[in-house]
């Protein structure tokens, strides 16, 4: 086997990929919280696999917590909207924390 350079080809440019941002304002009482995610109803579908970025907060506290994850389901149609499930990927022991407290919240 012998080894060569490969020259710079057009099939190895990098390609860009628009960003869509959607942003979401939901009221407490319209989002379920789980121990890993959460789950919320919308009148847009989301593609499954979807990484999205959720900022919430608790109304104990004015401060945000993020939170990273992906669309885990999508279920529904256009008349009755959309119940979105989505697992939180990648959270840190604070943010783990302040989650549970919101789970553990009536």
């Known amino acids: 086997m012998s080894a060569r350079k490969i020259g710079n080809t057009a099939s190895f440019q990098p390609t ?3 960003a869509s941002t959607t942003q979401l304002d939901l009221p407490a009482d ?9 789950e919320f109803r919308s009148v847009t579908p989301f ?5 999205m970025t959720v900022a919430m907060q608790t109304p104990q506290s004015a ?4 939170f990273t994850g992906v669309i885990v389901s999508c279920t529904g149609n256009r ?3 959309y119940l979105l499930s ?5 959270v840190s022991k604070q943010a ?6 919101m789970v553990m919240a009536p």
């Open 30 to 38: 319209a989002v379920h919280v789980r121990k890993n995610g959460i």
């Open 79 to 81: 008349h009755a909207g």
């Open 96 to 101: 783990q924390a302040r989650l549970n407290s």
């Open 63 to 66: 401060k945000k917590v993020n």
């Open 47 to 51: 593609p499954v696999w979807a990484e």
């Open 86 to 90: 989505m697992l939180f990927t990648n």
């Open 16 to 18: 860009g990929i628009p």
